[in-house]
């Protein structure tokens, strides 16, 4: 069940929320996000949709004549 927490007066800015956190939650958060970009790079790199797949060569073969 959903229930709609009480209306905030002011914004809260993710700085205030960040300053906040337990330094425990804040490395776990920063783990979190290494892992992430691991994992991006890492599914981009062995895909079958590497960019060296569509890459063009830019080598002109030159005309042997």
Do not use: Y
Not at 13 to 29: H, K, M, N
Request: charged letters at 15%.
């Amino acid at each position: 069940m959903w229930v709609q927490s009480a209306p905030v007066d002011s914004p809260v800015s993710p700085a205030q929320v960040w300053a906040r956190l337990a330094i425990d939650l804040q490395e776990r958060a920063i783990r979190l996000m290494a892992q992430l970009a691991f994992n991006l790079v890492a599914a981009q790199s062995e895909g079958p949709g590497k960019e060296s797949d569509h890459a063009f060569s830019t080598h002109c073969p030159q005309n042997p004549a």
